[in-house]
């Protein structure tokens, strides 16, 4: 079982910086693509960005393409969403997520159902 904890979040003003954390525990990220996902109000779940277990490989939702960058420390077992020029419109609750160990965990998988393990869940708020 893989545990996620994420941290970061709060309010950011539009075109400030934040970046927000997930930490692995238990059986870690297990050599597995990870993914941050959000969710507004009302909406459904969506993708947002996605990693493979080298690093060497990511995709972008349209929304986010030039101004998110996921990252991950595998020797720290944390992946990263690093969120520069925020709008109000990313404003949202933001999930990371992970894959079960399988001979095809590592490939770039975009929809929620394709994923098994969830973080808490944190809010970020983007203000004009």
């Known amino acids: 079982q893989v545990q996620l904890v994420q941290s970061g979040g709060g309010l950011v003003q539009a075109g400030d910086s934040l970046r927000l954390s997930c930490a692995a525990s238990?059986?870690?990220?297990?050599?597995?693509?990870a993914a941050w996902f959000r969710q507004a109000p009302g909406k459904e779940r969506e993708f947002v960005a996605a990693i493979n277990w080298s690093g060497g490989n990511t995709v972008y939702a349209d929304s986010v393409k030039g101004r998110f960058t996921i990252s991950r420390d595998n020797a720290k077992n944390t992946v990263y969403l690093q969120m520069n020029n925020p709008k109000p419109e990313d404003t949202a609750v933001y999930y990371c997520a992970s894959r079960k160990y399988s001979s095809y965990c590592d490939y770039l998988a975009t929809t929620k159902y394709q994923y098994d393990y969830w973080g808490q869940g944190t809010q970020v708020t983007v203000s004009s």
């Open positions: 238990g059986r870690t990220f297990g050599r597995c693509a």
